[in-house]
Nanobody, 121 residues
Framework: EAQLVESGGGTVQPGGSLRLSCAASGFNFDNYAIGWFRQAPGKERSGLLCLITPGGNTYRSEGRYTVSNDNAKNTVYLQIDNLQSDDTAVYYC?????????????????WGQGTRVTVSS
């Protein structure tokens, strides 16, 4: 059974940084790109925040996001810098079959349950 498990959320002060993890199991990690999304309280899920391919090519919607992977651990990391109150959200990772293009309209097949990030002083 394919599974994605996020961790690393918590409460951080404005201006701080946080590193989230996404551990994958039950599917061939080498054939999937992993993306990150978020859903703020009372809002719809965001568009793609950032993504990393099996070979390490990345996309990010903002420079504050740094995505990396450890293929030996089947884990993807998202570091978010300069967190502000409007970054408060549940952050999700998702897996999409990778065929060679960093950005496509292909759907994300597997989703994690999310990890909550709260930015507050």
């Amino acid at each position: 059974e394919a599974q994605l498990v996020e961790s690393g959320g918590g409460t951080v002060q404005p201006g701080g940084s946080l590193r989230l993890s996404c551990a994958a199991s039950g599917f061939n990690f080498d054939n999937y790109a992993i993306g990150w999304f978020r859903q703020a309280p009372g809002k719809e899920r965001s568009g793609l925040l950032c993504l990393i391919t099996p070979g390490g090519n990345t996309y990010r919607s903002e420079g504050r996001y740094t995505v990396s992977n450890d293929n030996a651990k089947n884990t993807v990391y998202l570091q978010i810098d300069n967190l502000q109150s409007d970054d408060t959200a549940v952050y999700y990772c998702a897996a999409r079959r990778y065929y060679g293009a960093v950005l496509t309209a292909d759907p994300f097949e597997f989703w994690g349950q999310g990890t909550r990030v709260t930015v507050s002083s």
